[in-house]
C-alpha cells in the first residue's frame, strides 16, 4: 500500500512521518505521476490560498479532483478548505474559524469511531471552521465548540485540526483501515 501526502507546501512532512512510524509506504506528491501511484492521499494542513496557488501552477488541480473520486483521502486543517474549494465535500468553511496564531492551542476530543468512542488530542493552530454541512451522507466524528471538527463520507476523511502532530495516531489508523477495507 501507497499512501500520498501532497507536498507542494504545508505540514506534509509530519504526515509522512507519521504513516511511516505505522509501517506503510509514503509517497511525497508533487506531480501527477506521482498522484497516479498513490492508493490513497493525504491533503495536509498549511496556507490553502498558497496550496490553490500551487497546484494550479503544476496543473495538478484537475487531476488531483479526478484521482480524490477515486481513491480514500485525508483532509487536514487548510486541507478541508481543498476539499471545499474543489467540489469534493458538500460543507462550509470558514478560513482561520477558531482564531489566529494566538488562539491556537490543544484540546481533547471525543471522538465517535465506527465501533468505539476514543478520547483524541487535537492541535488547532488556525484551524478553518466547518460552519455548516451540506450533504446527508456526510457523518460528523466529532465536534468542538459545538461545530463538526472530524467528518467522513465514504473513504474521504476530514479533519480541521491536525492529527499528524498527537503523539498517539487514532486518525491516521483508522484512515489506514478506511484504505484496507
Given amino acids: ?12 512532512d509530519a504526515h509522512q ?33 498558497t496550496m490553490t496557488y500551487l497546484l494550479q501552477k503544476h496543473q495538478l488541480w484537475q487531476p488531483l479532483i479526478k484521482r ?6 485525508l483532509a487536514t486543517c487548510a486541507g478541508v478548505i481543498l476539499l ?5 465535500l458538500d460543507i462550509d468553511v470558514i478560513r482561520n474559524g477558531y482564531g489566529r ?15 468505539t468512542e476514543e478520547e483524541v488530542e487535537a492541535f488547532f493552530i488556525r484551524a478553518p471552521i466547518i460552519n455548516a ?11 468542538h465548540l459545538d461545530k463538526p471538527v472530524l ?13 499528524e502532530l498527537c503523539q ?9 483501515d478506511l484504505i484496507r477495507h
Avoid: W
Fill in 101 to 115: 496564531q494566538l488562539e491556537s492551542g490543544i484540546f481533547p476530543l471525543s471522538v465517535k469511531f465506527d465501533t
Fill in 17 to 49: 512521518k507519521k504513516i511511516e512510524s505505522l509501517g506503510v509506504n509514503c509517497i511525497l506528491v508533487k506531480t501527477e505521476a506521482a498522484l497516479a501511484k498513490v492508493d490513497a492521499l493525504i491533503l495536509p494542513g498549511g496556507e490553502s490560498t
Fill in 151 to 163: 467528518i467522513r463520507k465514504n473513504k474521504i476523511l476530514a479533519a480541521t485540526f491536525h492529527p
Fill in 1 to 12: 500500500m501507497n499512501i500520498g501526502v501532497l507536498a507542494l507546501q504545508g505540514a506534509y
Fill in 68 to 73: 480524490m473520486q477515486e481513491i480514500p483521502v
Fill in 133 to 143: 454541512v451540506n450533504d446527508k451522507e456526510i457523518d460528523i466524528m466529532s465536534y
Fill in 84 to 88: 471545499q474549494k474543489m467540489g469534493v
Fill in 168 to 176: 498517539s495516531s487514532p486518525i491516521h489508523k483508522y484512515f489506514i
